[in-house]
C-alpha cells in the first residue's frame, strides 16, 4: 500500500514538475530576446552601402526596443563583417546562427542569397532579406523564405520604362550594363517589356565594372542615339564617364539609373554629369519634406545629418522583418520561417511612416513600387520627377 502512494506521488509530482516545466519553457520563450543576424559589408568595394545599412538595421530596432520591443520581447542585432564576400557571408551565417537561435537574417549580395538558400531551407527557422534586389529572388517557390525589401531589378526597369512611354511614347532606349549578374539581371525581361510598351532598344552596351576607358562605347551610343539611356550593375563608376564624354559629343540622351546608383551623396560626386541624372527609388530620401513621413522624422532626429538609400534600405527591411514577427506574435504562432513570410505576405496597404511613399503590400517575395527622381544640381538633391508608380495596379 506504502508502495502505491509512493508511486502516486513520484508520478503525481513527475507530472506537476513536466506541467511546471512546460510553463517555464513558455514564459521563457516570451522573454527571450528575438535575433536579426546579419552578413554585412562593412568593409571592401561595397563598404560604403554596408555602413549604411548597419545604421539603418541599428536605428529601427532601437526604436523597436525602446517602445518596449514586440510583445515584451527585444529585438538583438548581431552582426559579422563579410568584405562582401560570398564565403566570408557564409561564414558568418554559420558562426551567427551556431551561436544564437535566429528569426531573421539579412544577407550582403545575391551570391549569398543562393548559396545560402539550401541550408536557410533546412533550418527553417527564419526568414532573410538583403542588399540584393535581383529578379531570380522574386520567386516565392524557389526562394520561400526570403524577400526583398522593395522592386526587384527587372520591377525597377518596369517602373523606368512605364515613366518613359508615358513621357516620350515610343522612345528610343539603350541599355548600359555591367558584365555581371548584378549587371545581366533585367536586360532580356527589359527588352521584352520595352517592346510590350511601344518601345525600342536601339543599343546594348555592356562594359566591366568599375572604372574604365568608355570612349569606344560612347561612339557606339553617339550612333545609336537613344532618347534615353537607362544604366543598371553600377554604383557610380563609369557612369559619370560616360554622361561626361556623351555630353561633350552634344548627345540629348536622358540618362537614368536604378537604386544602388541613386544614392544622393554619389550622384552629387558625379559632378557636372549629375545635373538632370534620373533614376528609380522606391523609398524617399532623408531630406524629403513631403506629405507626413513621421518615420524620416524620427530619422532625422536620430541623425540630423544626411543618411544614404543603403541606410533607408537596411531600416526599412528591419521594418518589414519585425512587422512579420509581430503579426506571427499576435497569431500565437511559433516563429518558424513558414510562419513569419506567412505573417509577411498579411502586409497589405500597410503604412511605412513615410518611408515608402504609399502604402504598400507584399503579396510576394518583393514591394513593387517606386518613384522616378531627377538630381537638381541648383539644389544638390535628388526630386521627385514622377508620382509614385506601384506595379500590378
Given at each position: 500500500m506504502?508502495?502505491?502512494?509512493?508511486?502516486?506521488?513520484?508520478?503525481?509530482?513527475?507530472?506537476?514538475?513536466?506541467?511546471?516545466?512546460?510553463v517555464?519553457?513558455?514564459?521563457?520563450?516570451?522573454?527571450?530576446e528575438?535575433?536579426?543576424?546579419?552578413?554585412?559589408?562593412l568593409?571592401?568595394?561595397?563598404?560604403?552601402?554596408?555602413?549604411?545599412?548597419?545604421?539603418?538595421?541599428q536605428?529601427?530596432?532601437k526604436?523597436?526596443?525602446?517602445?518596449?520591443?514586440?510583445?515584451?520581447?527585444k529585438?538583438?542585432?548581431?552582426?559579422?563583417?563579410?568584405?562582401?564576400?560570398?564565403?566570408?557571408?557564409?561564414?558568418?551565417?554559420?558562426?551567427?546562427?551556431g551561436?544564437?537561435?535566429?528569426?531573421?537574417?539579412?544577407?550582403d549580395?545575391?551570391?549569398?542569397?543562393?548559396?545560402?538558400?539550401?541550408e536557410?531551407?533546412?533550418?527553417?527557422?527564419?526568414?532573410?532579406?538583403?542588399?540584393?534586389f535581383?529578379?531570380?529572388?522574386?520567386?516565392?517557390?524557389?526562394?520561400p523564405?526570403?524577400?526583398?525589401?522593395?522592386?526587384?531589378?527587372?520591377?525597377m526597369?518596369?517602373?523606368?520604362?512605364?515613366?518613359?512611354?508615358?513621357?516620350k511614347?515610343?522612345?528610343?532606349?539603350?541599355?548600359v550594363?555591367?558584365?555581371?549578374?548584378?549587371?545581366?539581371?533585367?536586360i532580356?525581361?527589359?527588352?521584352?517589356?520595352?517592346t510590350?510598351?511601344?518601345?525600342?532598344?536601339?543599343?546594348k552596351?555592356?562594359?566591366?565594372?568599375?572604372?574604365?576607358d568608355?570612349?569606344t562605347?560612347?561612339?557606339?551610343l553617339?550612333?545609336a542615339?537613344?532618347?534615353?539611356?537607362?544604366?543598371?550593375?553600377?554604383?557610380l563608376?563609369p557612369?559619370?564617364?560616360?554622361?561626361?564624354?556623351a555630353?561633350?559629343?552634344?548627345?540629348?540622351?536622358?540618362?537614368?539609373?536604378?537604386?544602388?546608383s541613386?544614392?544622393?551623396?554619389?550622384v552629387?560626386k558625379?559632378?557636372?554629369a549629375?545635373?538632370?541624372f534620373?533614376?528609380?527609388?522606391?523609398?524617399?530620401?532623408?531630406?524629403?519634406?513631403?506629405?507626413?513621413?513621421?518615420?524620416?522624422?524620427k530619422?532625422?532626429?536620430?541623425?540630423?545629418?544626411?543618411?544614404s538609400?543603403?541606410?533607408?534600405?537596411?531600416?526599412?527591411?528591419?521594418?518589414?522583418?519585425?512587422?512579420?514577427?509581430?503579426?506571427?506574435?499576435?497569431?500565437?504562432?511559433?516563429?518558424?520561417?513558414?510562419?513569419?513570410?506567412?505573417?509577411?505576405?498579411?502586409?497589405?496597404?500597410?503604412?511605412?511612416g513615410?518611408?515608402?511613399?504609399?502604402?504598400?503590400?507584399?503579396?510576394g517575395?518583393?514591394v513593387?513600387?517606386?518613384?522616378?527622381?531627377?538630381?537638381?544640381a541648383?539644389?544638390?538633391?535628388?526630386?521627385?520627377?514622377?508620382?509614385?508608380?506601384?506595379?500590378?495596379?
Amino acid at each position: 500500500m506504502k508502495l502505491t502512494l509512493s508511486r502516486r506521488s513520484l508520478i503525481g509530482a513527475a507530472m506537476a514538475g513536466l506541467t511546471l516545466g512546460a510553463v517555464d519553457a513558455r514564459a521563457q520563450a516570451q522573454n527571450e530576446e528575438i535575433v536579426l543576424g546579419g552578413s554585412i559589408p562593412l568593409t571592401g568595394v561595397f563598404a560604403f552601402a554596408g555602413v549604411g545599412i548597419h545604421a539603418g538595421i541599428q536605428d529601427y530596432l532601437k526604436i523597436v526596443n525602446d517602445a518596449g520591443g514586440i510583445k515584451g520581447r527585444k529585438i538583438k542585432y548581431v552582426a559579422e563583417d563579410t568584405g562582401y564576400k560570398v564565403d566570408a557571408s557564409v561564414a558568418a551565417f554559420n558562426k551567427i546562427t551556431g551561436q544564437n537561435k535566429v528569426s531573421l537574417y539579412y544577407g550582403d549580395s545575391t551570391g549569398f542569397a543562393k548559396t545560402i538558400n539550401p541550408e536557410l531551407e533546412r533550418k527553417g527557422t527564419m526568414i532573410m532579406a538583403g542588399a540584393s534586389f535581383a529578379s531570380e529572388l522574386n520567386d516565392p517557390k524557389k526562394f520561400p523564405l526570403q524577400f526583398l525589401p522593395g522592386p526587384d531589378y527587372t520591377e525597377m526597369f518596369g517602373i523606368l520604362m512605364r515613366h518613359i512611354a508615358k513621357e516620350k511614347p515610343g522612345a528610343s532606349i539603350a541599355f548600359v550594363y555591367s558584365d555581371t549578374e548584378f549587371g545581366r539581371d533585367p536586360i532580356a525581361p527589359g527588352e521584352k517589356l520595352a517592346t510590350e510598351l511601344g518601345l525600342k532598344v536601339v543599343e546594348k552596351i555592356v562594359t566591366p565594372p568599375g572604372s574604365v576607358d568608355v570612349s569606344t562605347e560612347v561612339l557606339k551610343l553617339r550612333r545609336a542615339r537613344p532618347d534615353y539611356t537607362i544604366f543598371h550593375g553600377y554604383v557610380l563608376a563609369p557612369i559619370p564617364e560616360f554622361i561626361q564624354q556623351a555630353k561633350q559629343m552634344g548627345m540629348q540622351s536622358r540618362f537614368m539609373g536604378t537604386f544602388w546608383s541613386m544614392d544622393n551623396s554619389m550622384v552629387e560626386k558625379m559632378g557636372e554629369a549629375a545635373d538632370g541624372f534620373m533614376g528609380v527609388m522606391p523609398y524617399r530620401y532623408y531630406y524629403d519634406k513631403e506629405g507626413t513621413a513621421p518615420m524620416l522624422d524620427k530619422i532625422r532626429q536620430m541623425r540630423p545629418e544626411y543618411q544614404s538609400t543603403a541606410y533607408m534600405q537596411g531600416f526599412v527591411t528591419a521594418m518589414l522583418m519585425t512587422e512579420a514577427v509581430k503579426r506571427t506574435l499576435d497569431a500565437s504562432k511559433e516563429l518558424t520561417g513558414a510562419n513569419l513570410k506567412a505573417s509577411l505576405n498579411t502586409i497589405k496597404d500597410f503604412d511605412t511612416g513615410g518611408i515608402f511613399g504609399v502604402p504598400i503590400s507584399i503579396p510576394g517575395n518583393s514591394v513593387p513600387v517606386g518613384r522616378i527622381y531627377r538630381f537638381d544640381a541648383k539644389q544638390k538633391q535628388m526630386l521627385p520627377a514622377s508620382d509614385w508608380i506601384q506595379l500590378g495596379k
